[in-house]
């Protein structure tokens, strides 16, 4: 086993304008789950296939532990990969599948054949060793492509979309399979996605990637309530965060019409008009007649949840916005309701550079929203929020009567 790094990776094709890995700086550490996610086109295939040296690095390096592999070729990076095309020889059995790359390697037949079994165990594929690759089911072709790679007991796996070519059910199956299994092995793991639900539940840390460019790695949790930028705010969660670009007024933005207050340190950090702030669909609530007033479009019935499709005119524009609410609703298409802030987090983002802006300190006082801005009586006394004590965002709530703000 061994940690993985990738130290400044570059790689444009030729005839390519911009890199389609560009800087990559990255480290795996010794047998964590890492995913790399990201919209189509980004970069992830190529991140891993430069790692696994099936692609040139044009500029930087990559170390396997402390060996720099940039040079070296594929064959002698001890990594195993699975691919979303499982290649399977059709001719073989399964058995015969699995141990095909130790008898490339001249690993002596007995021993090839205990390494089978103890994969084919892991695996649950024991009662189809015999069989060919068309006698069994998608999901089982699935766990032999990983056997093939088990079997190898390499430093690194590599997979790349493994399971796409499966059922939605038997991918949440599989998936749950690997990640266990992972944990079991302890070897080191880079797993492609675009999949952000799949990110979320495999990964110990999910690397998010667009252009080429590496925008956030850290832990699903931390992705969720602390995207460092707008991007990752609206990749990561489904369904996905809402995004309002909203006007500063005093002591806060407006939101529909009441006051989202905002703490002046952090309004301090921003040079624009306005500030995109995130609230996921579990952070907004419906009320009376504070917030913004969204037209619904559809009620999205899931059983135990259910999310309220809309939208509402935000600065003068259009802009979509999505609600989980109470499973059991009245509300119908067309029906317009009141959205406010609840108990969540929210995520405020410079509009211009997309990145961050509460970072640090909670952005938002308890007691965020006022009904509507106290027009021009501003006190400039009293901050109008309190740093909190923790490191957490404070939750926002609604409050009808207008608060005294400050600048
Ligand atoms: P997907 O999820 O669709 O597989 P990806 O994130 O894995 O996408 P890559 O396959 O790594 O993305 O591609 C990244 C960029 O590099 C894309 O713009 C793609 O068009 C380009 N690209 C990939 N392979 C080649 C190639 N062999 N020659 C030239 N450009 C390529």
Excluded: W
Excluded at 266 to 279: A, C, D, Q, W
Excluded at 315 to 320: L, R, S, V
């Amino acid at each position: 086993m061994a940690s993985v790094t990738f130290e400044k990776a570059t790689r444009t094709y030729p005839g390519g304008t911009r890199p389609a890995v560009d800087q990559v700086e990255l480290t795996v550490k010794d047998g964590e789950f890492l995913v790399l996610v990201g919209p189509s086109g980004c970069g992830k295939t190529t991140t891993l296939r430069m790692l696994a040296g099936l692609e040139e690095v044009n500029e930087g390096r990559i170390l396997i532990g402390d060996r720099d592999v940039t040079q070296v070729p594929p064959k002698d990076r001890d990594i195993a990969m699975v691919f979303q095309n499982y290649a399977l020889y059709p001719h073989m059995t399964v058995a015969e599948n699995m141990g095909f790359a130790l008898k490339i390697a001249g690993v002596k037949k007995d021993e090839r054949a205990a390494r089978v079994l103890e994969a084919a165990k892991l695996l649950d594929l024991e009662p189809y060793l015999d069989r060919k690759p068309k006698a069994l089911s998608g999901g089982q072709r699935q766990r032999v492509a990983m056997g093939r790679a088990i079997v190898r007991k390499p430093e690194v796996f590599l997979m790349d979309e493994p399971l796409s070519n499966l059922d939605a059910k038997l991918r949440v199956a599989t998936r749950t399979q690997i990640a266990s299994l992972q944990r079991r092995l302890g070897v080191t793991t880079v797993y492609v996605t675009h999949d952000q639900v799949e990110a979320m539940t495999m990964g110990d840390r999910v690397a998010v990637l667009k252009d080429g460019v590496l925008q956030q790695v850290d832990t699903p949790r931390a992705l969720y309530e602390r995207p460092a930028n707008v991007f990752v705010a609206g990749f990561i969660g489904s369904p996905a965060m809402n995004l309002m670009s909203l006007k500063i007024v005093a002591g806060g933005v407006k939101f529909g019409n009441a006051t989202l207050k905002i703490n002046s340190a952090v309004l301090s950090k921003t040079k624009e008009k306005s500030i995109t702030v995130g609230l996921r669909p579990e952070d907004l609530v419906i009320s009376k007649k504070d917030g913004i007033q969204v037209e619904i479009d559809v009620i999205e019935e899931l059983g135990a949840d259910a999310f309220l499709y809309g939208s509402a005119v935000i600065e003068g524009k259009k802009t979509d916005v999505i609600a989980r609410i109470g499973s059991i609703s009245s509300l119908r298409s067309g029906d317009k309701v009141y959205l406010k802030p609840q108990g969540g987090i929210t995520h405020l983002f410079d509009v211009a550079s997309g990145e961050r802006l509460n970072n640090d300190a909670p952005a938002v006082a308890k007691k965020a929203v006022a009904a509507k801005p106290a027009a021009k009586k501003v006190a400039a006394k009293k901050p109008a929020a309190k740093p909190a004590a923790k490191k957490v965002a404070a939750k926002p709530t609604v409050k009808k009567a207008a608060a005294k703000k400050t600048k």
